[in-house]
């Protein structure tokens, strides 16, 4: 007797929960007038602002205007800062991602050790450094690469820069003999 009252009680309270259902969907809805003119319905809640017609650089809010020009002597202080390559007011950037950059690391190590493709190789280790910045592995390798593809001036510049940012570092004694040694050439 206990497992068919359950089913009973189960029973009513669908037929309950399916009579609510009904009822909640049965009521009218408010419609909304298309022509954009015309007031908005009166309502108790707060409508937040609209900004439809609001010119680009202004405040939806009338209060609270916002001056987005920049100073007066924002291009003599920052020239770099001009427009990418794009032509946009936006420059594309890459985020910071260690963990990418670790794994472009030992990808460009593959190419360069394994399969000799020392194209490949330099591209994985410049995209290293584009996924962080100054980093003295990846920096240090790159310079590696470029050394033994003859490119003289970008290899010196990579060993110079790995001294930058590791002076006493694990390869440091390395950097600063090919320096030395592609300096004299």
């Not at 707060?46 to 920049?70: F, M, Y």
């Amino acid at each position: 007797m206990g497992v068919r009252l359950r089913y009973l009680i189960l029973a009513i309270l669908c037929l309950w929960f399916t009579s609510v259902a009904i009822a909640q969907d049965q009521q009218p809805v408010e419609q909304v007038p298309t022509d954009r003119s015309a007031p908005p319905p009166k309502d108790n809640r707060k409508n937040p602002p609209r900004s439809d017609n609001v010119p680009a650089g202004e405040s939806s809010s009338k209060q609270t205007q916002i001056d987005v020009s920049p100073p007066a002597d924002d291009a003599k202080k920052h020239p770099e800062a001009g427009l990418g390559n794009s032509g946009s007011d936006v420059d594309e950037f890459t985020p910071y991602n260690p963990m990418r950059a670790m794994k472009d690391v030992e990808i460009g190590d593959f190419y360069f050790k394994v399969k000799q493709n020392y194209p490949a190789a330099i591209s994985r280790y410049r995209e290293a450094l584009e996924y962080k910045p100054h980093d003295a592995e990846a920096t240090f390798k790159l310079a590696e690469v470029l050394n033994k593809t003859g490119d003289t001036p970008g290899a010196v510049e990579n060993y110079q820069a790995y001294l930058k940012i590791l002076p006493n570092g694990p390869y440091a004694k390395r950097a600063r003999e090919e320096v030395d040694k592609l300096k004299k050439r």
